[in-house]
């Protein structure tokens, strides 16, 4: 189960290793520090919050040409208002 960063902690011979429950980063067997964890986990957030950003402005761009090609319909089929 992840921790509040994203990690496993898997125990092997009484060592914990550490893996990105995200990415593939860190190889096995690698140790990874708290800060360090908390840097990446960060930065899949941020990646988060770019993707969402990118879709919003997608579907608004894509509602404001719907509006466009409405308007230019209604303009076509009752004339244009004055």
């Not at 990690?7 to 980063?25: A, I, Q, R």
């Not at 708290?34 to 899949?44: L, P, Q």
Request: hydrophobic letters at 25%; glycine letters at 6%.
């Amino acid at each position: 189960m992840p921790d509040a960063f994203g990690f496993n902690h898997l125990p092997h011979h009484g060592t914990t290793y550490h893996t990105c429950s995200v990415c593939n980063e860190y190889e096995w067997g690698v140790i990874v520090s708290v800060k360090e964890r908390e840097r990446h986990h960060a930065r899949h957030v941020r990646e988060r919050a770019r993707e969402t950003e990118r879709a919003r402005e997608a579907s608004l761009r894509k509602a404001r040409q719907a509006l466009r090609q409405k308007g230019r319909e209604n303009d076509i089929a009752y004339g244009e208002e004055t």
